[in-house]
């Protein structure tokens, strides 16, 4: 929903097309998951975060938030952030109805978010693999690698061996 009316003219089409596109592109690649669990919120935005998500999460948190426990927002998902929607997320949300000590952001998008006193939970990625070359179903097993086999002489060989 725009707040401002966009004039019709072909003059305004032909200079603005590449913010029209952007703007038209970015309204519908955001979504929240939300669920409750003992007293606590967890949401989980994904796609673009601009000035409608940022008002989509304000609204939510206020609406939803009922002063106990905590709220813990996963910034993971965020594909792209706007100033425009940091900025009004951070001015928009009544911090005396949401305190900011009980938001919690998770993922490195949060610092951006984050408005003043709230938490910023940053984890570090695991590793699916970590090949040590025995692995029985393993990918790796396919590439040839040498390896080194004593032999009775007391020297060493080496073979090209498939694992």
């Known amino acids: 929903m ?3 009316k966009k004039p019709e003219s072909g003059l305004f089409k032909f200079l603005f097309r590449d913010a029209l596109k952007r703007e038209d ?5 955001f979504q929240m998951t939300m669920k409750q669990k003992n007293g606590n919120i967890y949401i989980t935005p994904k796609g673009t975060f601009n000035g409608n998500s940022a008002w989509e999460l304000v609204h939510l948190l206020h609406s939803k ?7 813990f927002i996963d910034t993971r998902f965020i594909t792209e952030i ?29 610092f951006m978010l984050a408005p003043q006193g709230s938490k910023v939970i940053v984890t570090s ?18 590439a040839r690698k040498s ?3 004593p032999v009775a002489d007391g020297f060493e060989s080496e073979e090209k061996v498939a694992i």
């Open 25 to 29: 592109a970015m309204q519908g690649h």
């Open 147 to 149: 390896r080194v086999t």
């Open 82 to 110: 706007c100033q425009f929607g940091c900025d009004t997320f951070q001015k928009q949300i009544n911090l005396r109805k949401v305190p900011p000590s009980s938001i919690c952001f998770k993922g490195q998008n949060g």
């Open 65 to 71: 938030f009922q002063g106990k426990g905590r709220i």
């Open 2 to 4: 725009s707040i401002v």
């Open 125 to 142: 990625e695991k590793k699916a693999h970590q090949c040590k070359g025995n692995c029985a179903n393993c990918q790796c097993r396919t």
